[in-house]
């Protein structure tokens, strides 16, 4: 049995306990420290994931200095993805940088760019790859069984769903709404079920009519209409080198008749849908539906398990530290969704198609 890694949470809003309860039960990690700019944030996570007050920082700097750190989970605001996501790898830690990767496309680059010359692994957590659907699906897509994939749908739909909390309706904080911040688990889903083809082009729109506005109510209460500068609604079309195609839609607000998450895939000889899963295939010449019921979810060794996508995505962050091997959402592939939400922005902005860079 290997040594357990030492681990530390940088950032112990919502999505922490995630990485605690992931480390935890991974039986493998132990979180060791943890990071918080606010004062009573840390004083309270201390307590909660049982980590002594001498191992709890208001400065990330200092956390990366304990040498006994294997690994970190930057668990900020997208803002400040790159720049902890820097300062970890130059400490020599393994990172899994929380989704969107970054703001844009550049500062996904310099963190691809600082992970290889570190020789540090480094995830995102796009952990919807992780899901025993989706890897069903691609498993269709990989073996032919839906022939050559021509077109993809891919929709984070939510009425009225503005967090209440956090930075999440601010601009500069967050760059961007819903595309970014829950748009970015569909795009990566249904691109990574695919096959990952390049993109080369899009064009999309962004609106904003409702969230700065006062006097609506939504799934998480009130949110904070004055500081509002992120899109209500985004919508594009991605070419890609292959000839397939992508369309696009993600909201916080949107005036439409129900909330949807999923993506579907059409390939030329059958098509496949998530969030519900659907298959559809031709036999006889008719279009037949397919769907398989029997699905269990599996543990990382392929084992039945009471196991739910994030801990899944931390106990195989956890294993590939402890035992160097490939991380299974790399940042060097999630960069390609950045590129797809940042295309839609530079689309929206100059009114036209824009190439992908
Ligand atoms: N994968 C998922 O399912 C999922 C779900 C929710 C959030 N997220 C992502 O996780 C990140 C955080 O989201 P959240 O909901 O936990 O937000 P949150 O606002 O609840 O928590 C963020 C925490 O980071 C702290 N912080 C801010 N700047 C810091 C800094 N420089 N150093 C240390 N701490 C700092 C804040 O004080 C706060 O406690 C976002 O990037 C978000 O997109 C991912």
């Not at 607000?253 to 519900?276: F, M, T, W, Y």
């Amino acid at each position: 049995m290997s040594k357990k890694i030492k681990v530390g949470i940088i950032g112990n809003g919502g999505i922490s306990g995630v990485h605690n309860s992931g480390y935890v039960k991974s039986g493998q990690a132990e979180v060791w420290a943890l990071c918080d700019i606010k004062p009573d944030v840390l004083a309270a996570k201390s307590k909660v994931y049982n980590v002594p007050a001498e191992r709890c920082f208001a400065d990330h700097r200092a956390l990366l200095k304990l040498k006994e750190i294997d690994a970190v989970s930057v668990c900020t605001p997208n803002k400040t993805h790159m720049s902890i996501t820097l300062n970890a790898l130059k400490a020599g830690k393994h990172v899994l940088c929380e989704k969107p990767m970054a703001m844009t496309p550049g500062e996904a680059q310099k963190m691809i760019d600082a992970a290889k010359a570190a020789k540090r692994k480094l995830q995102i957590g796009l952990m919807h790859r992780y899901r025993t659907d989706a890897g069903y699906v691609k498993g269709l897509v990989d073996s032919g069984a839906l022939g050559k994939i021509y077109f993809a749908r891919c929709q984070a739909i939510r009425r009225r769903g503005v967090p209440s909390w956090g930075v999440f309706g601010r601009l500069e904080e967050q760059g961007g709404g819903g595309l970014i911040d829950i748009g970015v688990h569909q795009i990566d889903l249904c691109w990574y079920v695919m096959g990952k083809p390049i993109p080369v082009a899009v064009s999309g729109q962004v609106y904003r009519t409702i969230g700065n506005t006062p006097g609506h109510f939504g799934m998480f209460g009130e949110w904070d209409w004055k500081t509002y500068t992120v899109e209500d609604f985004a919508c594009g079309l991605v070419r890609f080198a292959n000839g397939a195609t992508m369309s696009i839609e993600c909201s916080f607000i949107a005036n439409l008749d129900q909330d949807r998450e999923g993506c579907h895939i059409v390939g030329d000889k059958g098509g496949a849908s998530l969030s519900p899963l659907s298959v559809q295939l031709e036999t006889n010449g008719h279009l037949m539906d397919c769907t398989p019921r029997d699905f269990v979810t599996v543990d990382l060794h392929g084992k039945p398990a009471d196991i739910s996508i994030h801990e899944l995505e931390l106990a195989s962050f956890v294993d590939a530290v402890q035992h160097d091997k490939p991380v299974f959402v790399p940042a060097t592939e999630t960069i390609w969704t950045q590129k797809i939400i940042d295309g839609i922005f530079r689309s929206a902005a100059a009114g036209k198609e824009v190439q992908i860079r």
